[in-house]
């Protein structure tokens, strides 16, 4: 499998290279699902029953060509895959605390089920 990344679509803007590298609906909460531990596929999917396994199977590539995620293979097809956060990945959990922590306040203001 080829892995691609999001191309930064401001050459040079940090701001649209970090939301390229982190940014949409799943990959912050990919990233938060790996905080603890290294994961199989199906504990992704089970964790997020709203993803597709296509959208997933996208994102999970994208954060890997980034090298933010670690892609294991634990034997030959269909042994599961196991993945895990880098090094590099780590580097993003003070901005994945922050957001849970502005989340938390605007759930307490809004509610948690949006408009």
Known sequence: ??????ANPISN???????AAVGGKWKLVIVNCLVDSPRHFSA????????????????????????IVHRHETGKVPAPVIYSLTEYGRTILP?????????????ER????GP
């Open 1 to 6: 499998m080829i892995h691609t990344r999001r």
């Open 44 to 67: 992704l999917r089970n964790f997020m029953p709203d993803v597709s396994q296509k959208v997933l199977t996208e994102q999970l590539s994208e954060l890997i060509a980034d090298e």
């Open 95 to 107: 901005l994945l605390q922050t957001v849970r922590r502005w989340g938390e306040a605007h759930i």
């Open 13 to 19: 803007c940090p701001l649209t290279a970090a939301l």
């Open 110 to 113: 809004f509610g948690g089920d």
